[in-house]
């Protein structure tokens, strides 16, 4: 909460609290009020009765005025009175206000020495009664009392004045006792009427504070790790480049970025990953200074801020503790993960002066550590940004190429050994570049992963071979390459299912080829989706098998129909000599045994060719039996193929320059 909310919070609450406590309080007033009035007319009206009764009653007036001895009846009616309690005292005056008999506790007596009242020769004079409510002030009174002054009247002229004082002690307490709990209901009432929206107006101001505190630190915090996210940092950074004139120092900005998160989450779910971030967050902010920041710019990337650094070799020693600090492993349920970094780092003022500026910077330093195999750090160079340029050109081609469906598809030849006959075509995406050139796919694929338009790619693709491979003849087959990232986005199965029904494509003539990558991940998701399409009658095939860590175990936890053997053992004929052709035989009869197809790629010369005929593969592929070929060439190559079976014999004269040259002139 900010300072001016809780001032103004402060005194709302404040405000409430007088306004309650006068509603209170003018609810006690108006009560007490009422009922003293109420108190004071009741004790006035029993007053005013006794006197009138008494003045009824008594018929000798006169003679008691005068001051003779009441009759018995009337001391009769005296002493029946006494016996009431509640009149204590009766009082006759005579016309001109002097007392002449009393009766109270102490019996009752004439007046041997007269006393004079006021009131009643008012009373006499006036013929009206005087009646009034008083608290006594001596000693022998009652608490609370009322006295009531009746002039008797005779044939129309006043003789005597009748005062009877009644005892509303007893008749207060009632009344204040009744009082007090019905001033209390009442004020509980009010105070629940009242308190129960306000404690309700109190809870939602809370609770909206609350709130509103929460939304301003996800504004400016990364929710899972607690540290400053992008906006926050760079404001945070635009404040300390704009004071280093005045500290007379740099500040450098480490780009972090977690090598092979994804296969942490993969792993260990997405459990495993947050708890690899937090914990990444912890130790980054433990070894930087207290001056220093640390943010969370999203998914698996950091920036840390190092503040007053003098030269490069500090900045180097900082990124170092950076680094050791994410390397070392980390417990996570009875599991270790194991993780390195990659660094870019970008210095002030030398790499630039403005936030988006350094970040960049940066960004570009990292990505040259990643490219230069990861687990290392890079500081940013000037010539990056032509990288950099060069990178958001291929980016606008690719984005462009996606929207106006400007991909071409070549197709290279396939050739079963055993019949040296064509039997199909592997189709390879190209991008055509605004000179005219060729695109290949390992310059363009990564990108085009990397801002998520490959699954869109390989749709394309997709419908496109099965579209020209329906005009072939029905013995020929297509082959297209998905990517691993095609299976993350959407169901790959539901897609080759409408382009094969779009191009009337038989599911046996299509293969599609997959890489470890892609069962190193080993989700279920992925072995369902392979299994579907193998349920589809569609080919799945091994590629690039012999590279990276070419587990034996792919090849009985999964039926391929078919594994590609790396063009890599090709070319070790010539420089192992033997030993590559030895294991090239190995793989094939280990192909024959699980009953899979294989297939040796990379093929590029003569010599290659008859070394590769002695292996005994079912298939062979490579620049010495076809290059990849636009679609307007393959019905040449089919007419060929079928004047001349044998013709992939090609003489030895076709040496690795030639091939080298036709490479080079494919774009591959």
């Known amino acids: 909460m900010s300072f001016l909310s809780e001032i103004s919070f402060r005194r709302g609450l404040g405000l409430l609290l007088v306004v309650l406590s006068l509603l209170l309080g003018g609810t006690w007033l108006t009560i007490s009020l009422t009922i003293d009035h109420l108190l004071n007319q009741s004790a006035m009206a029993t007053a005013r009765d006794w006197a009138t009764f008494l003045a009824a009653n008594v018929t000798d007036f006169d003679e008691i005025a005068a001051g003779e001895q009441p009759s018995?009846?009337?001391?009769?009616?005296?002493?029946?009175?006494?016996?009431?309690?509640?009149?204590?005292?009766?009082?006759?005056?005579?016309?001109?206000?002097?007392?002449?008999?009393?009766?109270?506790?102490?019996?009752?007596?004439?007046?041997?020495?007269?006393?004079?009242?006021?009131?009643?020769?008012?009373?006499?004079?006036?013929?009206?009664?005087?009646?009034d409510a008083r608290t006594a002030t001596a000693g022998g009174l009652p608490a609370y009392y009322a006295e009531a002054y009746i002039p008797v009247v005779v044939k129309g002229k006043p003789v005597a004045t009748v005062a009877a004082f009644v005892d509303q002690s007893k008749q207060r307490n009632e009344f204040y006792r009744n009082f007090v709990m019905a001033a209390a209901v009442l004020c509980l009432l009010t105070a629940l009427s009242f308190g129960v929206p306000a404690i309700a107006w109190y809870r939602r101001t809370r609770e909206k504070q609350r709130a509103d505190r929460r939304i301003r630190y996800l504004a400016q915090h990364d929710a899972l790790t607690g540290?400053?996210?992008?906006?926050?940092?760079?404001?945070?950074?635009?404040?300390?480049?704009?004071?280093?004139?005045?500290?007379?120092?740099?500040?450098?900005?480490?780009?972090?970025?977690?090598?092979?998160?994804?296969?942490?989450?993969?792993?260990?779910?997405?459990?495993?990953?947050?708890?690899?971030?937090?914990?990444?967050?912890?130790?980054?902010?433990?070894?930087?200074?207290?001056?220093?920041?640390?943010a969370r710019l999203g998914g698996d990337e950091f920036v840390a801020i190092q503040r007053d650094v003098r030269d490069k070799p500090e900045v180097e020693a900082f990124a170092s503790r950076l680094a050791a600090a994410v390397s070392t492993p980390v417990r996570f349920k009875e599991q270790e993960i194991v993780t390195t970094c990659s660094i870019g780092i970008a210095?002030?003022?030398?790499?630039?002066?403005?936030?988006?500026?350094?970040?960049?910077?940066?960004?570009?330093?990292?990505?040259?550590?990643?490219?230069?195999?990861?687990?290392?750090?890079?500081?940013?160079?000037?010539?990056?940004?032509?990288?950099?340029?060069?990178?958001?050109?291929?980016?606008?081609?690719?984005?462009?190429?996606?929207?106006?469906?400007?991909?071409?598809?070549?197709?290279?030849p396939v050739f079963e050994v055993a019949n040296h006959r064509l039997i199909g075509f592997e189709a390879l995406i190209r991008l055509p570049a605004p000179d005219g050139t060729l695109i290949p796919p390992m310059t363009f694929i990564p990108v085009a992963e990397?801002?998520?338009?490959?699954?869109?790619?390989?749709?394309?693709?997709?419908?496109?071979?099965?579209?020209i491979a329906a005009t072939w003849p029905e013995h020929l087959t297509v082959a297209v390459n998905l990517s691993p990232t095609q299976f993350e986005s959407w169901s790959i199965s539901q897609v080759v299912?409408?382009?094969?029904?779009?191009?009337?494509?038989?599911?046996?003539?299509?293969?599609?080829?997959?890489?470890?990558?892609?069962?190193?991940?080993?989700?279920?998701?992925?072995?369902?989706?392979?299994?579907?399409?193998?349920?589809?009658?569609?080919?799945?095939?091994?590629?690039?098998?012999?590279?990276?860590?070419?587990?034996?175990?792919?090849?009985?936890?999964?039926?391929?129909?078919?594994?590609?053997?790396?063009?890599?053992?090709?070319?070790?004929?010539?420089?192992?000599?033997?030993?590559?052709?030895?294991?090239?035989?190995?793989?094939?009869?280990?192909?024959?045994?699980?009953?899979?197809?294989?297939?040796?790629?990379?093929?590029?010369?003569?010599?290659?060719?008859?070394?590769?005929?002695?292996?005994?593969?079912?298939?062979?592929?490579?620049?010495?039996?076809?290059?990849?070929?636009?679609?307007?060439?393959?019905?040449?190559?089919?007419?060929?193929?079928?004047?001349?079976?044998?013709?992939w014999r090609r003489p030895a004269g076709a040496d690795r320059s030639e091939v080298g040259t036709a490479k080079r002139a494919a774009g591959t």
């Not at 018995?72 to 005292?89: E, I, K, N």
């Not at 990861?374 to 940013?380: A, K, L, P, S, Y």
């Not at 050109?393 to 462009?400: P, S, Y």
Request: hydrophobic share 45%; aromatic share 8%; glycine share 6%.
């Open 72 to 131: 018995a009846a009337s001391l009769a009616f005296f002493q029946a009175t006494r016996q009431a309690g509640q009149v204590f005292r009766y009082v006759i005056f005579n016309s001109e206000g002097y007392s002449q008999l009393v009766s109270d506790r102490n019996g009752i007596s004439l007046v041997n020495l007269s006393s004079f009242s006021a009131t009643a020769a008012r009373a006499a004079v006036t013929g009206l009664p005087i009646i």
């Open 227 to 294: 540290l400053i996210n992008r906006a926050s940092m760079l404001e945070k950074l635009e404040r300390a480049l704009a004071t280093l004139p005045l500290r007379g120092s740099g500040l450098a900005v480490h780009f972090i970025d977690i090598d092979r998160f994804k296969e942490v989450n993969d792993t260990l779910g997405h459990d495993g990953g947050d708890f690899l971030l937090k914990t990444v967050a912890e130790r980054l902010v433990a070894v930087s200074r207290f001056d220093d920041l640390v």
């Open 347 to 412: 210095m002030a003022p030398s790499d630039g002066t403005e936030p988006e500026r350094l970040l960049k910077s940066a960004d570009l330093a990292l990505y040259r550590a990643k490219s230069d195999g990861r687990n290392c750090n890079r500081f940013f160079v000037p010539e990056m940004d032509a990288t950099l340029l060069e990178r958001l050109k291929l980016e606008r081609i690719v984005r462009e190429a996606v929207k106006n469906d400007r991909f071409e598809l070549h197709y290279q």
């Open 450 to 467: 990397e801002i998520r338009l490959i699954d869109k790619i390989g749709a394309w693709v997709l419908r496109e071979a099965c579209r």
């Open 497 to 647: 299912a409408e382009a094969l029904e779009q191009a009337g494509l038989a599911p046996h003539r299509l293969e599609l080829e997959i890489t470890e990558t892609l069962l190193l991940r080993n989700s279920e998701t992925v072995v369902d989706e392979l299994n579907r399409l193998r349920a589809m009658g569609v080919a799945i095939v091994m590629d690039d098998f012999g590279t990276g860590y070419s587990s034996l175990s792919y090849l009985w936890r999964f039926p391929f129909s078919k594994i590609k053997i790396d063009r890599s053992f090709v070319q070790g004929f010539s420089d192992a000599g033997r030993n590559a052709e030895t294991v090239v035989k190995t793989i094939v009869a280990l192909g024959r045994e699980l009953h899979m197809q294989v297939t040796v790629e990379g093929v590029e010369t003569a010599s290659q060719a008859r070394a590769i005929e002695r292996t005994d593969p079912d298939q062979v592929q490579g620049f010495f039996f076809g290059r990849p070929m636009p679609q307007s060439e393959i019905a040449a190559v089919l007419l060929k193929d079928f004047q001349d079976p044998a013709r």
